[in-house]
């Protein structure tokens, strides 16, 4: 059974940080392509980042150069850090993992940004 636990949401002041994590289990998490979307209230899910397994990274242009999505693959486990977070960034985050062709979700992490 495929499970992807997100962690690390919450609120935060404009201009804050916060470190998303994901623990995967039940896949083989260091073939796998591990990413990030968001969902904004009223919106449809987007695409936050990508990191694929030999450690590319692809970032939406909406959070270049603030957000640094990483893996560790002794842990199984995703990050995202988001730095100089802004109201427009709150959402609901969702991991996600790409796995021999077929696509999973977590359940979502809650990212409110106040300014």
């Known amino acids: 059974q495929v499970q992807l636990v997100e962690s690390g949401g919450g609120l935060v002041q404009a201009g804050g940080s916060l470190r998303l994590s994901c623990a995967a289990s039940?896949?083989?998490?260091?073939?796998?392509?591990m990413g990030w979307y968001r969902q904004a209230p009223g919106k449809q899910r987007e695409w936050v980042a990508t990191?694929?397994?030999?450690?590319?990274?692809n970032y939406a242009d909406s959070v270049k150069g603030r957000f640094t999505i990483s893996r560790d693959n002794a842990k199984n486990t995703e990050y995202l850090q988001m730095n100089s977070l802004k109201p427009e960034d709150t959402a609901v985050y969702y991991c996600?993992?790409?796995?021999?062709?077929?696509?999973?979700w977590g359940q979502g992490t809650q990212v409110t940004v106040s300014s």
């Open positions: 996600a993992a790409a796995h021999l062709g077929r696509n999973y």
């Open positions: 039940g896949i083989i998490f260091s073939i796998s392509a």
């Open positions: 990191v694929i397994s030999g450690g590319s990274t």
